[in-house]
Nanobody
Framework: VQLLESGGGLVQPGGSLRLSCEASGFTFSSFYMSWVRQAPGKELEWVAGIHADETTTEYADSVKDRFSISRDNAKKMVNLQMDSLKPEDTALYYC???????????RGQGTQVTVSS
């Protein structure tokens, strides 16, 4: 299983970023996929998830109405569009299979998002 994230960076408050994740090594189209994040000194936090149907999505309250998750099963990719970014969104963002929080969860190496003026 390989999950490769990209798209992180430094952005000012109120700005936008789009994260992408390329998946390989498993039957991507069969699995629920998530984005999770970890801020310095804090626990891993589930951010958003999308079912295998490419349509049904779920969000943490902290990002609802600002972030949008999508996936393309044919391309084996999952994306996270992040708008109206806040300094508290600063974290290392991971693409994950299923919810991505438990021991042994499958996650990528992460991409850093920093929101600062």
């Amino acid at each position: 299983v390989q999950l490769l994230e990209s798209g992180g960076g430094l952005v000012q408050p109120g700005g936008s970023l789009r994260l992408s994740c390329e998946a390989s090594g498993f039957t991507f189209s069969s699995f629920y996929m998530s984005w999770v994040r970890q801020a310095p000194g804090k626990e891993l936090e589930w951010v958003a998830g999308i079912h295998a149907d490419e349509t049904t999505t779920e969000y943490a309250d902290s990002v609802k109405d600002r972030f949008s998750i999508s996936r393309d099963n044919a391309k084996k990719m999952v994306n996270l569009q992040m708008d109206s970014l806040k300094p508290e969104d600063t974290a290392l963002y991971y693409c994950a299979v299923a919810k991505g929080l438990g021991p042994g969860s499958l996650r990528g190496q992460g991409t850093q998002v920093t929101v600062s003026s």
